[in-house]
């Protein structure tokens, strides 16, 4: 079989632009989502470190800053809406000096990259893979609609919950763990009251934030707690109900919030998880993305997406016919960017949802000092662009 067809599961942020990056190096990528169309759940992520160069190489950065959340600062309020804390979002670890990250909506990234690759690559909506089973020479895919194929690659790229990863290297309950906390967004349809400016509240163990968008705000929540038996990602219903138990009695915006969360038909939620692997290639199939490793709660999860998109299709590019090879040198390059993100978990948890009353003071004193020291001009370093 002809290693320049490959078959990519997922059309979110990791999915199109490996398709993309696949096409410019002369392969005939196929996209399959289960998804109708382009999603637009989801909180607001960045393009930042070796993503922005990735963007430039593939002459989107406009289209991304325009469409992107115009979002400067974060603010922690109290019960009653006054200011105990905040920083600059450019002052916070990983950010690129000059202010050249770019906060975006996940859908909207996602639909920029899939304008992007759509004329270069097959995409089947409304679809998934049903079953995979290769050999030495190819790999034999089913859907669930589409008639049988056959293609000399696959790459799941189809996040946490991966088909690709369920039925090429194990069960689900194998590779990720419960990482302490779940997470859930929602559209308000309405402007932000502070247009640049995300402001939270927390209380013990939990933090609900108005996130702006441009024209538009985004509800965010984030709390601690242990892995709910028998969680399903998919059951809307439940998840309305462990939301709001978990923020009943509230105060500052909460109350309002929940009347959101159970008339929408738009609620994202789902559990922060840490996806592990030893491996992330089996044969002819590969995983990209929070498929292969997650986890990030500052959004860096589509920056690592891209980046990895690009580091897999040169690899791939470079070894005509040793996709083993390839997949080997695009793992190790590309675990030295994934890392770091993943051991953060805790310390991003203890910023956004701190466990205790004395937590949430010590973390807002921390962001006025950490805010004054930015502003003497103490940067961070800026992240490795991929080669």
Known sequence: MDDTTVLISGAGIAGPALAYW????GFRPTVVELATGVRSSGSPVDVRGPALDVAA???ITARLREAGTDVADLRFVNAE????GGLSLGSVPGAAPGGRDIEIGRGDLAAV????S?????FLFGDSIATIDQDEHGVDVTFRHAPPRRFGLVVGADGRHSTVRRLSFGPESRFVTHAGLYVATLPLGTPAPHPRTVVAHNTPGRMAAVHPRRGDSLAFFAYRAAPVPDFDHRDADAHKRLLTAAYAGGGWRIPELLDRVRATDEL???AVSRVRMDRWSHGRTALLGDAASSVSLFGDGSTLAMAGAYTLAAELAASPGDHAGAFRRYE???RLLVGPKQRGVERAAAMLVP???AGIAARDLASRVWSAGSALGKRPEKEVAPA
């Open 22 to 25: 696949l096409a410019r190096h």
């Open 57 to 59: 190489r593939m002459g």
């Open 81 to 84: 809406g006054r200011r105990t």
């Open 113 to 116: 990259l899939h304008e992007t």
């Open 118 to 122: 759509r004329d270069h690559a097959e």
């Open 268 to 270: 994202y939620f789902d």
């Open 332 to 334: 190790e390059r590309h």
């Open 355 to 357: 466990a205790t009353r």
